[in-house]
């Protein structure tokens, strides 16, 4: 099974290339980001057509998310269970939730898109929201795998996170001064290594990045950020057999400024069935 994640920054305006990659990566099953439109708005006779069911929670025309599969889709949730809200200059219990989380089993492995929120800047409300909203999902993760410690499980998406200093080439984030690499963002980060997932991307790519700011020639520059991730439990991480960041979705015309990142699973072993099996006398 070969599984992805792609921000692809309006999907009404990239329909065609992020299908078209799908279909000649053999991708199974796509996780998106940043759909920016509606249910009745989505695009969905393309994906159709190539053999692709749609599910997805936009709510606007900012944020949103969707999961594409040629596979079935089982169990579909909207949000994860303790999900905070968020309204500019308001707080409380009852928040509006926005649209970036949804989650869905495929053939067993239950895989989430996730849009962590941006931050905005270190003294803005939306600081304080994006460390709840990863604190609470790491939470519910880490209730996910006690209540099933073999469950196949991966968080896949934009997670405006650059955990390592090596993931940081764009020179206008400034220690201190800058979201995406404040300590704790990256804390909250790797609380998630902590609840029992592991970046299953890494090992097999070690360095590059997946975002590329538009402004200031900075793909041309390689001056990009690594912030899109697949993080996986145990049982997830111990079937992929390969990984690979496309960097190459960034060139052309109207690409997003984010490129998919995949991973290829290795198929389950049939179990051997000792009442199948011919009985041998001596």
Sequence with gaps: MRVATWNVNSIRTRVGRVVDWMV?????????QEIKCKPEQFPYQPFEDAGYEVVLHGLNQWNGVAIASRLPLEDVAIGFPDMPGFL???DG???PKEARAIGATVQGIRLWSLYVPNGRSLADPHYVYKLDWLATLAADTQRWLADDPGLQLALMGDWNVAPLDSDVGDPSLVPGVST???PPERTAFAAFEKVGLTDVVRPIVPDG???WDYKQLRFP??????IDFILGSRAFADRVVDASIHRNERKGDAPSDHVPVLVELAPI??????????????
């Design 24 to 32: 000649r990566e053999d991708v199974d099953v796509l996780a998106m």
């Design 88 to 90: 500019k200059d308001h």
């Design 93 to 95: 219990p009852d928040l």
């Design 180 to 182: 995406h690499i404040s």
């Design 209 to 211: 990045y997946t975002y």
């Design 221 to 226: 520059r390689n001056e990009g950020l690594r």
């Design 269 to 282: 072993a049939a179990a051997d069935d000792d009442d199948d099996r011919p009985m041998i006398f001596g």
